[in-house]
């Protein structure tokens, strides 16, 4: 199966992309590789790459394709909101005109990264996919408003899935710190802190990014009217957890550190607890296979032997939002991310 993977050069597609291949899936990547100078590690492994911004997508590069994976989006809310409208154009409109190209050419099964953020506040109730969305920041908009236009576009020719990912962690060749578990391990092991802004009581349901790869692999190996039009939330009932149990794996697991509330720690309005039992039922094959406690492990684990020092975990190269407005300031990249 020939399979397109777009924003394959991001935390989640460098981690997905060799597992695809493991899988048997010919893959091909389209990225403008944004985070070029932000690896981790070991170089994500280099697979066919149509090097271009997703809103400039052409029918030709995307003809063949028996399936697309869309990962390519502005993937955290600070990075949304410098700018809300080009968070709108890459994550919203540049997704509709993919699908739409898509079904032109005859890709006919399109998997389209969501999250649980667009449940947003949503107090103690545990939110199934038929939930009330209410989204908080433009990047959770951006996604809601994916879900409500590709949808439309579901016929018998094509079929577009919605696959509503838990907040994400683990170890990636383009890591990311702003995510709870890689960041409160980074800030223990660097600082021997563990800094909760808020309170300790929110919840968050938590998925390994192996474990969002494995749904994927589910998707595209699904008969077509399983997957047809489905909007499935990815995680496990399991992984949902209050900061302050998150903190306290983190006591755990990493020597000499105490755990710090922020100055102005109060209840953070983004609390949600989500429910994943019909990824069960329409993936029988689908199993988590991470705990957060494994992630805080594997973070803890990697960043020892990577030696990360303070300076890098506060630096620009691992902070999206510092390292694109630092290309931006050198004129490499224009105010609307294109390369110069
Ligand atoms: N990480 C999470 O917690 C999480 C949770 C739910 C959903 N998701 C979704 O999964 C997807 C991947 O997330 P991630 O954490 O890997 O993000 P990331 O920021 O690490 O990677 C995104 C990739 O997309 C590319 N990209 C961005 N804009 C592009 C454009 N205009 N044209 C072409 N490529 C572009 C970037 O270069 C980068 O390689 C996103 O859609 C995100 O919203 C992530």
Known sequence: MKVLVTGHRGFIGTVMVPMLLEEGFEVTGLDTDLYRYCTYGDEPLAVPTIAKDVRQVEPRDIEGFDAI??????????????????????????????????KAVGVDRFLFASSCSMYGKAGEDVLDETAEFNPVTPYAKSKVYVERDVSQLADRHFSPVFLRNATAYGVSPRIRFDLVI?????????????????????????????????????????????????????GSNSENYQMRELAQFVKETVPNCEVEYAEDAGPDPRSYKVNFDKIHSVFPDFKTRWTARMGVEQCYESYRRFGLSKDDYEGIRYKRIAHITNLIEQGKLSRDLFWQ
């Open 69 to 102: 994976v869309h990962l390519a989006a502005l993937s955290n809310d600070p990075l949304g909101n410098i700018n809300p409208d080009l968070t709108y154009d890459i994550n919203h409109r540049a997704s509709v005109r993919l699908a739409e190209i898509a």
């Open 182 to 234: 890689n960041n409160l391990v980074a800030w223990a092991y660097t600082t021997g802190k563990i800094l909760l802004k808020s309170d300790g009581t929110p919840w968050r349901p938590l998925v390994h990014i192996e474990d969002i790869t494995q749904a994927v692999i589910c998707a595209l190996r699904a008969d077509k009217p399983v997957i047809h039009n489905l909007a499935v939330n990815v």
